[in-house]
């Protein structure tokens, strides 16, 4: 088992700035990637960005590069997602969630097997 907590999602004003961890309990040895995907009422879930646990590769949506950049601390076992640049489309609950292996589009969330609870972002205009 693994649990995933996520953690600094909050009120901000657009242009502004927050940053989200996800801290890894568990089972862990054996994740091959972290992911975030975000979903806002009424749209389906979306990939956000993803780090590859060793080698610290990383992915992301075209609608956040530049603007978001996906860390982990592997000691902490924790996945970071400092976001700048907040626009009201980025409204939405952020989770994270973890890619036990290669296999698979790392931008489906069918290919994650454990995930967070979520974490709300709200960016005001």
């Known amino acids: 088992q693994v649990q995933l907590v996520e953690s600094g999602g909050g009120l901000v004003q657009v242009g502004g700035s927050l940053r989200l961890s996800c801290a890894a309990s568990?089972?862990?040895?054996?994740?091959?990637?972290m992911g975030w995907f975000r979903q806002a009422p009424g749209t389906e879930r979306e990939f956000v960005a993803r780090?590859?646990?060793?080698?610290?590769?990383?992915n992301y949506a075209d609608s956040v590069k530049g603007r978001f950049t996906i860390s982990r601390d592997i000691a902490k076992r924790t996945v970071y997602l400092p976001m700048n640049s907040l626009k009201p489309e980025d409204t939405a609950i952020y989770y994270c969630?973890?890619?036990?292996?290669?296999?698979?589009?790392?931008?489906?969330?069918?290919?994650?097997?454990?995930w967070g609870q979520g974490t709300q972002v709200t960016v005001s205009s």
């Open positions: 568990g089972r862990t040895c054996s994740t091959y990637a």
């Open positions: 969630a973890r890619q036990p292996n290669y296999y698979g589009d790392y931008s489906l969330g069918r290919n994650y097997n454990y």
């Open positions: 780090i590859t646990w060793s080698a610290g590769s990383t």
